[in-house]
């Protein structure tokens, strides 16, 4: 009987709050189903959004290590903007710009100059975004000094300050011994690389050049590299040949010649051995040396003329007779 009872009490629990609730049902109910419904769309979106971003990132860093060129990795960084695989590709194609307009700029400055730029646009880009990971802000800043230091008029302070800040930010980076090399003095010099007198001349002297590509095919062209005169002229201290001087260029020491090497011919010499060839010496052949006698140590006298043995004539053999 009591658990009859009990049955019937809970029974009619059950119908009271499921009569409570049916207004609430009838009143609420769509909109908990289509939330409900909702959350179940969400759920949905977000599995097939994760699934497609995961399908979108594999085909990025496919493409970021097949790409062999400046414009594939700027492709890659287009397509893929906002995500890891689009500030790789752009710190890819910055420093390809910049080892491009590196090269460039010794045979034609105006690409050389136009490659310059688009490196030192996409590295700041890079250094300009919150987002970018630290290894691809180190490497921007590195390649940001170069552009500066390539790109200078003689100025050197944006690089030096640039090569610093590398220092500074990324004490381990792996650039940071090459940034040293041109903001520290090393070894036995008292003054840093970038704040030598020689280095600014050059630079300063670079800069007002204009190479062109067809200069290479002209005879005597030679891009002259720091510490060279340029187009064959005497380094400072001597006179070139137009009478002009070299402004900021070291003179460079001669170089020791050799013990034992014969000295160069001039352009005289060097017609005239062509054209008359050099006549043999005669050479005097050394008399045997003379054998000492076996028992006084004396070298035999020679014998005179008339002591020497006469050698006889053979007599010729008599004609044979004719018969008649």
Request: without cysteine.
């Amino acid at each position: 009987m009591k658990s009859e009872h009990r049955h019937d009490l809970q029974t009619n629990d059950l119908g009271k709050l499921m009569g409570q609730a049916e207004p609430f049902v009838e009143k609420y109910g769509m909109k908990i189903l289509a939330a409900i419904g909702g959350i179940f769309v969400l759920l949905v979106v977000l599995v097939i959004w994760n699934s497609k971003q995961n399908s979108q990132a594999s085909e990025g860093w496919t493409r970021l290590a097949a790409a062999g060129s400046t414009e594939d990795f700027e492709n890659v960084a287009e397509d893929f903007a906002g995500s890891p695989v689009a500030d790789w590709a752009l710190i890819h194609a910055a420093e390809s710009h910049l080892q491009s307009g590196i090269r460039s700029s010794f045979t034609d400055r105006s690409a050389g100059d136009r490659e310059l730029k688009d490196a030192k646009e996409q590295f700041q880009q890079l250094l300009d975004s919150t987002s970018t990971p630290a290894e691809i802000r180190e490497r921007a800043l590195f390649g940001m000094a170069r552009v500066e230091e390539t790109t200078s008029d003689g100025d050197l302070k944006t690089a030096t300050e640039l090569y610093k800040k590398l220092i500074s930010e990324f004490p381990e980076s792996v650039f940071r011994q090459l940034a040293e090399q041109r903001v520290k003095p090393v070894d036995a010099e008292k003054v840093a690389a970038l704040d030598q007198e020689g280095t600014k001349e050059f630079y300063k002297w670079f800069h007002e050049q204009n190479p062109k590509p067809g200069d290479r095919q002209r005879p005597g062209f030679n891009m002259p590299m720091p510490g060279m005169a340029p187009q064959g002229a005497a380094p400072q201290g001597g006179a070139p040949a137009g009478g002009e001087t070299t402004p900021g260029l070291p003179a460079l020491p001669a170089l020791p010649s050799l013990p034992g090497l014969p000295e160069p011919l001039t352009s005289e010499e060097g017609k005239s051995s062509k054209s008359t060839p050099a006549t043999p010496e005669k050479t005097e052949t050394p008399a045997p040396a003379k054998k000492p006698a076996p028992e006084t140590g004396k070298a035999p006298a020679e014998p005179s003329k008339a002591e020497q043995p006469k050698t006889e004539a053979p007599k010729p053999e008599p004609a044979p007779e004719k018969k008649p």
